[in-house]
């Protein structure tokens, strides 16, 4: 979720982007992680995307994400649940200045519970094409509407080692191949904050709340090396109709036997306190599959 303003943990602050950047480039700001959200008693963690990366790097400026769970009064948070449920179209990732690119696939990582447009079925449902007739463009009267992947279908496709374009919002084109990130012994500033597919062999571990995965390679910051993890609560998986992470499979899946575990993010992974996390927004940012033995 996107925020204008952050509370800056060095500037003791709410802050804009903007700010944060000249704050930044001034060695006020030590890192992109040292924010927060700006919600009365919340201290839910915010990376200022692109923060650290020079200018002539950025594909966009730095923007504000908030990358794990507000406190249970956060005003903010019940702003955003209120327009999530307002507009159906939220969960797209896309916008409307997202160009139509009529070779690539668009990721779906929109609940099963809104319509998803998988690849093929192309225009055929009227429904569909009103819906989605904001996210194409009409050429010569005929709807263009560009076919989308559910993390799902493209975990196979790059298992199957197709070869496919992915758009990704704001940022344009990328191949398949480069869309995934073995997590192997990385360095975090190796990493851009745009959607990536982590993946690598890592456990699910129940806890009171919600269940851990954890990594079985370790990934670095400076000095700091960690197998990095992330968690998601289970009052997330309540509400998603995600059938592969339903709370009976995932009593199933904690069996400590390892998965191959996929997690698309928005941001690269996040160093704080001495700990690497990469944040799932929802279920449907996490796959896992099997290991052959
Ligand atoms: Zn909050």
Redesign the pocket.
């Known amino acids: 979720m996107k925020l204008e303003k952050a509370f800056s943990e060095d500037v003791k602050l709410n802050i804009t982007a903007r700010q944060a950047d000249m704050k930044f480039a001034e060695g006020v700001i030590q890192s992109k992680f040292n924010f927060q959200?700006p919600?009365k008693n919340?201290d839910?963690p915010v990376t200022c995307a692109n923060l650290d990366r020079p200018l002539e790097k950025r594909k966009r400026d730095p923007y504000y994400i908030i990358v794990g769970e507000?406190?249970s009064q956060?005003n903010?948070?019940k702003d955003i649940d209120n327009q999530k449920k307002a507009s159906k179209t939220t969960m797209d990732i896309y916008k409307d200045s997202d160009e139509y690119i009529d070779h690539a696939i668009r990721i779906n990582l929109q609940p099963p519970s809104t319509k998803r447009l998988e690849s093929g079925d192309l225009a055929k449902n009227s429904e569909y094409s009103e819906s989605r007739i904001s996210r194409g463009r009409v050429i010569a009267g005929k709807r263009k509407i560009q076919r989308t992947k559910t993390l799902s279908s493209l975990i196979d496709a790059y298992l199957a080692k197709e070869s496919l374009i992915v758009q990704l919002p704001e940022t344009g084109l990328i191949d398949l191949n480069n869309l995934f990130i073995e997590i192997n012994g990385q360095n975090l500033a190796d990493f851009e904050d745009e959607f990536r597919i982590y993946y690598g062999k890592a456990w699910f571990n129940k806890k009171e709340h919600g269940y851990s995965i954890v990594f079985d390679k370790t990934l670095t910051s400076g000095d700091i090396i960690k197998r990095p993890s992330t968690y998601i609560p289970i009052s997330k998986l309540e509400v998603s109709g995600f059938k592969r992470f339903n709370l009976d499979t995932l009593e199933r899946t904690a069996d400590n036997k390892p998965k191959m575990v996929f997690l698309i993010s928005e941001t690269g992974p996040r160093v704080k306190d001495g700990h690497i996390n990469i944040w799932c927004e929802s279920p449907e940012y996490l796959d896992y599959r099997l290991l052959e033995k």
Do not use: R
């Open positions: 959200c919600g919340c839910a507000h406190s956060c903010i948070a």
